[in-house]
């Protein structure tokens, strides 16, 4: 079984100031890891994800998140934040097992992020 | 253009009637899921479609109340059934696979059962 906590179910941080939203994750098997964006009233936009290649992800908009094994951490961060990024985060995990069970996620409760003028 | 559209887009339904919402993906996919996700919470998954058989329910969910079609690899339907307010949520709709190396959501149908 998989899981994910999200730290903070709400963070907010002053324009330009750094973003760190906080992912830890559980898998009894090596993961796949995601970040996904929600504005409000939107759908869910993909971040960046990780797959097994690089620990360290970019993803769009200036975000990235290192994938850190021995931490079962993969936090969001972006070094200065803009009014534009306020919206809900939302970390998920899914395993690399055959079958398509790849593509089915478990997502965290979410974190939103405020940002101060 | 979209990957995945979801159609309606939002609707206010009346309880104990049931809506079936669309799914169309732009090319062919192994994976497409349904998944739920009420006022203020995460996401949580319904079930995984599967092309010409029966849908994978997870725990807590329900063929009956969520009756799922996927007719082929591209199409899927997710049917909610004798509404009720608790039920009004977004739901969206995920594929991946195929010539699709990731997942995708569509941008979800906003349900409000009055």
């Known amino acids: 079984a998989q899981s994910v906590t999200q730290l903070g179910s709400h963070v907010s941080v002053s324009e330009g100031a750094l973003v760190l939203l906080r992912c830890n994750y559980s898998?009894?098997?090596?993961?796949?890891l995601f970040w996904y964006v929600q504005y409000p009233n939107q759908g869910l936009q993909l971040l960046l994800k990780?797959?097994?290649?690089?620990?360290l992800v970019k993803g769009i908009n200036g975000f990235e998140a290192e994938f850190k094994k021995s931490e079962t951490s993969f936090h969001l961060t972006k070094p200065s934040a803009h009014m534009s990024d306020a919206a809900e985060y939302f970390c998920?995990?899914?395993?690399?097992?055959?079958?398509?069970?790849?593509?089915?996620?478990?997502f965290g409760k979410g974190t939103l992020l405020t940002v101060n003028p | 253009s979209a990957v995945i559209s979801q159609k309606p887009s939002r609707d206010i339904c009346q309880r104990g009637t049931s809506l079936t919402i669309q799914c169309q993906v732009d090319?062919?996919?192994?994976?497409m899921f349904w998944y739920r996700q009420q006022p203020g919470q995460s996401l949580t998954l319904i079930a995984t479609?599967?092309?010409?058989?029966?849908?994978?329910?997870e725990s807590g969910f329900v063929i009956d109340k969520f009756p799922i079609s996927r007719p082929n690899l591209t199409f899927s339907t997710l049917t909610v059934s004798n509404m009720s307010p608790e039920d009004s949520s977004i739901y969206l709709c995920?594929?991946?696979?195929?010539?699709?190396?990731?997942?995708?959501f569509g941008e979800g149908s906003w349900l409000t059962v009055v």
């Open positions: 090319s062919q996919v192994t994976m």
């Open positions: 995920s594929a991946g696979g195929g010539t699709r190396n990731t997942i995708y």
């Open positions: 898998s009894s098997v090596p993961p796949y």
């Open positions: 990780y797959t097994s290649a690089a620990t």
């Open positions: 479609a599967n092309q010409g058989s029966e849908a994978t329910y």
């Open positions: 998920a995990v899914s395993d690399r097992g055959g079958g398509g069970s790849n593509y089915k996620l478990t």
